[in-house]
């Protein structure tokens, strides 16, 4: 089986601001003593992802 993807657009400060929300729900697991393992990845996914320019386009419904 195929895994399934989820593709979003976010500009910069959208990004800059999941990013934000990821971390502070890593520091309060880190609190909590609660493993950040899935955190983690999800962080990295999101900072290392590629950008695409997109010319003409706009993405709205």
């Known amino acids: 089986m ?3 993807r989820y593709f ?3 500009d910069p ?3 800059n601001i ?3 929300a990821l971390n502070q729900l890593r ?3 880190i609190a909590q003593e609660r493993p ?3 955190v983690d990845e999800l962080i990295l996914k ?3 992802a590629p950008i695409k320019r997109i010319r003409g ?3 709205e419904k």
């Open 18 to 20: 999941l990013l934000h």
């Open 46 to 48: 999101v900072s290392r």
């Open 57 to 59: 386009k706009r993405y």
């Open 8 to 10: 979003i657009i976010l």
């Open 13 to 15: 400060y959208d990004r």
């Open 2 to 4: 195929k895994e399934e």
């Open 27 to 29: 520091n309060q697991q």
């Open 36 to 38: 950040t393992d899935p």
